[in-house]
């Protein structure tokens, strides 16, 4: 099997695919009607709020979270970019000496306290006015009211979806990453099923599941396993997703993979074996019924067409086959998503969508499911896929059933 594209020492993606985002940035707050924006990640330690910086300017912070506060630095771990039109983004982070030769943006700066550094840049532009806020669910109240504070004549207007609206639709060079992500997932996924489909123990099984990903230069999330009298839930551990024990001849058990794959992009496969092959005659029933939900959105989908109408048709089957409450479903009531550098809109769900949203040629997303039966088990499923003008392509290809 071959390797994915190494992007060591270089960027994964050339500066002209930069470039056309920043454009694509430009139009969509033409559109708005904003003069400049400011974007804020939390670059530093975790992953899942690094990704508009991360998508804009290819910066990830080294340092390894969110420091506490202290008289030499404020905000240590967060990171901003400020767009104005027919300019690169203005790069501000809490890292000195980076690697250039990474970094999309050649504007930089950084700072020992990034929101005094951006509150000084915006005042030295002079910036007045309405001001598009993109991370408002991300920087501290603490540290938004001291940019307020340091930035009067600013009317910040919070808008989260700006980026996130820009990179619904993928690019050429990111769906090529996307079947490279695809194809690592898989190959992950097909050794944790495999290893639980042998009776080993959960953190074995996720070991050899992080091996393939991190052999093929991947990453993680998460990879919840459960089984047993606990498979109801999502997790066996809460803490690290998995456990020491090992499911027993018969067991019912869901696993996934989830994070930023390859490269910051997020994918998130899920399937459900029986510990040993051989299901009994309900748990076949399980299994098969509860990925008919998944399967229904898989053959539902394509371009143009409505969230909400795939949603219905997702919700037609379950009536047909659901029984009762499932705990996961109850986390997650949608039966999938877009996928980007998250989870991300749209959401297969008739409440949680709008009446004119579609799908369309080059988003990324999944469909999903998940099933309790009472003296039988849970199950649950996810696939990933690209969307196309006459259907799927299907990115997640772990075999569905393991009997």
């Known amino acids: 099997m071959a390797l994915e594209r190494q992007n060591f020492p270089e960027r994964y993606f050339p500066l002209s695919e930069y470039h056309a985002r920043w454009k694509r940035v430009h139009r969509e707050m033409k559109k708005r009607k904003y003069q400049v924006a400011i974007v804020w990640g939390k670059t530093a330690g975790s992953y899942e709020r690094a990704h508009e910086i991360l998508w804009l300017t290819n910066f990830f912070s080294e340092h390894a979270g969110q420091e506490p506060d202290s008289l030499l630095w404020n905000a240590r771990g967060f990171s901003c970019a400020i767009i104005e039109h027919g300019k690169e983004p203005e790069l501000h982070t809490d890292q000195p000496d980076p690697r250039f030769d990474l970094i999309a943006a050649r504007n930089y700066h950084w700072h020992d306290d990034p929101v005094a550094g951006v509150a000084k840049a915006l ?3 002079k910036i007045q006015g309405p001001c598009a806020f993109v991370g408002s669910d991300c920087l501290p109240v603490k540290y938004a009211r001291q940019l307020e504070a340091a930035t009067p004549g600013i009317e910040y207007v919070y808008d989260d979806d700006l980026i996130r609206t820009c990179r619904l639709i993928k690019s050429a060079r990111e769906l090529d990453l996307y079947r490279e992500a695809g194809s690592i997932v898989s190959s992950a996924l097909y050794r944790l099923c495999d290893s639980l489909y042998a009776g080993k123990t959960a953190a074995e099984a996720a070991a050899e599941a992080g091996h393939e990903l991190l052999r093929r230069g991947g990453l993680w999330h998460r990879i919840p396993i459960s089984f047993g009298e606990t498979s109801k839930y999502f997790e066996r551990d809460p803490l690290c997703g998995y456990s020491q024990d090992a499911p027993k001849k018969g067991d019912v058990i869901r696993a996934w993979i989830y994070g930023p794959i390859h490269q910051g992009y997020w994918l998130d496969p899920g399937r459900t074996v029986i510990c040993g092959g051989n299901p009994t005659k309900a748990q076949k029933s399980l299994l098969e019924d509860s990925y008919a939900i998944t399967d229904s959105v898989l053959k ?33 009531p949608y039966n999938g998503h877009g996928n980007g550098m998250m989870w991300e809109p749209p959401f297969i769900n008739v409440d949680a969508c709008g009446d004119d949203d579609c799908f369309e040629e080059g988003m990324v997303a999944s469909a999903e499911s998940f099933m309790t039966r009472k003296g039988v ?4 499923w996810e696939q990933n896929y690209i969307v196309t003008r006459t259907g799927v392509e299907l990115l997640t290809r772990t075999p569905v059933f393991w009997y």
């Open 123 to 125: 005042r030295r532009k």
């Open 377 to 380: 088990g849970s199950a649950g």
């Open 300 to 332: 539902s989908v394509k371009h143009g067409v409505k969230v909400k109408d795939i949603a219905r048709a997702a919700n037609k089957v379950k009536k047909k086959v659901r029984t009762e409450y499932d705990h996961s479903e109850a986390l997650w």
